[in-house]
């Protein structure tokens, strides 16, 4: 069974440091980010899990890592654009103005209720605020 450790100064997941707690003490009076979970469904049975909005104070590589092993499953880390659903031309002029992007990172399968169950465990994000979406 995988054992979770919360210290003064780290957080610890099955001997995996997962953020330093002098970077989360600003986050956690904070808790209005939303977390998005999202599922892309591929073929007839092929799926991928796409986890954005995930605080910048957190080790993407490492909790990538460990999802990785946990789940035996492939992943990768991106970083996309926040604008959606708008013409070329705005997105273009937007791009110029503002030069928000997002990290995601994406997993092989259908991983959506362990992610949300380590989310919520490891005190990344409250319940209210992760978001699953997909059947």
């Not at 999202?38 to 460990?66: C, H, M, W």
């Not at 013409?87 to 103005?97: G, R, S, T, W």
């Not at 992007?101 to 990344?124: A, C, P, W, Y």
Request: glycine share 4%; charged share 40%.
């Amino acid at each position: 069974m995988s054992t979770s450790k919360k210290s003064d100064d780290y957080i610890l997941y099955n001997n995996i440091i997962l953020v330093e707690m002098s970077d989360i003490e600003e986050f956690n009076d904070d808790f209005n980010n939303i977390i998005h979970i999202n599922i892309k469904q591929f073929k007839t049975r092929k799926f991928a899990t796409t986890v954005s909005g995930i605080p910048e104070e957190f080790d993407y590589p490492k909790i990538l890592r460990f999802w990785k092993k946990t789940f035996n499953c492939n992943g990768r880390i991106e970083e996309k654009d926040k604008v959606k659903n708008k013409d070329k031309d705005k997105i273009k002029e937007e791009k110029k103005d503002n030069e928000k992007k997002v990290m995601v990172i994406t997993i092989s399968g259908d991983h959506r209720e362990e992610v949300f169950k380590f989310l919520q465990n490891e005190g990344i994000a409250l319940r209210e605020n992760i978001k699953v979406h997909g059947a």
